[in-house]
């Protein structure tokens, strides 16, 4: 092998190619960072940088920077890309805990991150704790970390993002910011674990704008008082207002609990903030997470007058014990948009709405039509309502081969265009529901 290695790149060299087969055969770069280095030092394990600053400025396409334990107030504002066969990535060494604090960091252009990538590809960000970004002001946006621009094939792994805040009650704040103002592809939020969060009216885990590809997977996002996951369109983020909205991805095996916007000071007490919110997204899949005690559990809609969620599978997601309902789709007034062409199967939702708020276990408002709700399982809780549609604007919608469980002695509720009925066989004529049963236990 080591024969056929030299030969190819002597017929590289010859050729003038290096670009392309040659390069799989040199070493990359690997960089060290630890807290007693020096930044006039090589940047390797026995002579380390002292600086994130520096490791970014130094790493090129296919650098491993290892940064070595510690508590570093510095921000990391990645430099370079890397490419498809050499991403570049930024990762604790060897399991050690690095934490990156940003208590004394500056702002720049109202935003305040302490990991910033812009305009940059093929990047991992891993292992590292991301804490302490906080603001007292209005118009200061604060992050643990911020993905803009035409940024793509990025991953953020393993990272533990805590005690983001803006103490504002107008204030904005995001655990994880992804912001498509430019065309991005290849989205990965994965396993990462976000908490202890005060938002304002923003989100901990936020994709927006432009966005063709995501993954959200594995994370746990708790302890928060604004959304959990939100996957959102039209809101004049992108350059191109064709493309203002993401689209085509997958938020699945997820851990999201006890996110309520209940004591965030720009709700006014309301229990209006989802696990998972898909607020002007198409084509996405929600498959496998395990939502509880949020406000709501899943969200599908749009905000925006004249426009839709679209495409959304939610599938088998375990939804219980959330404060207004399980799972809303719609405007929630009709100043909003909708939600089409979705479909919800083989979910469970358990004794969700426990503050008595009529949201029940499925929520269904403004500006819904032809969704699929299918073999799904709900049982009531203390409202004892099923499902809940206050609203004339639901057409097309098939509900099929469902279950409800009643738990209580008192009959289920059921609400369908602004109908209540108390009886199974009253509402599955009313809504056309086919083939379901009404089970007591």
Known sequence: MKSMGLFMIAACAAAGVLFTVCSLYSTNQVIYVAMDGNDQNEGTLESPF????????????????????????????????????????????????????????????????????????????????????????????????????????????????????????????????????????????????????????????????????????????QFSDNIGIDLIGYEGVANNPAADYVRNGTVQNNTVHHISSSTNPAYDGEYSAAAIYVDGGKDILIKKNELYENDIGIEATSEHAGKYAEGIQIIDNLISNNHYTGIAIGGYDEERGGTRDTLITKNILYQNDTKDLDGGQLLVQYNVHDNEIKENEFTAGPSRIFIANFFQENKDNRLIENIYYRESEEEGIWIWKGEEYRSFSAFTEASGEEASQYIAE
């Not at 334990?69 to 990391?76: A, I, N, Q, S, V």
């Not at 050690?96 to 702002?107: A, P, R, W, Y």
């Not at 994880?176 to 990965?188: E, F, L, P, Q, R």
């Open 50 to 221: 002292q600086t994130i600053a520096k490791a970014s400025s130094e790493a090129e396409a296919g650098a491993t920077v290892y940064i070595r334990e510690g508590t570093y107030k510095e921000p990391l504002i990645v430099q370079h890309s890397g490419t498809r066969h050499k991403p570049i990535s930024f990762q604790a060494f060897e399991g050690e805990e690095v934490i990156m604090d940003g208590e004394s960091l500056n702002t720049v252009d109202g935003n305040r991150a302490l990991v910033v990538l812009e305009d940059k590809n093929y990047i991992n960000i891993e292992g590292l704790t991301i804490q302490n970004v906080t603001t007292d002001a209005m118009d200061e946006t604060v992050m643990g970390l911020f993905i803009s621009g035409s940024s793509s094939h990025i991953t953020v792994r393993d990272n533990f993002v805590k005690g983001i805040k803006t103490w504002h009650e107008e204030g904005n704040g995001h655990g994880i910011a992804v912001y498509g103002t430019d065309s991005m592809k290849d989205i990965n939020i994965i396993d990462n674990i976000v908490e202890d969060l005060k938002l304002g009216t923003s989100e901990s885990i936020v994709l927006n704008g432009d966005i063709d590809g995501f993954t959200v997977d594995g994370n746990i996002v």
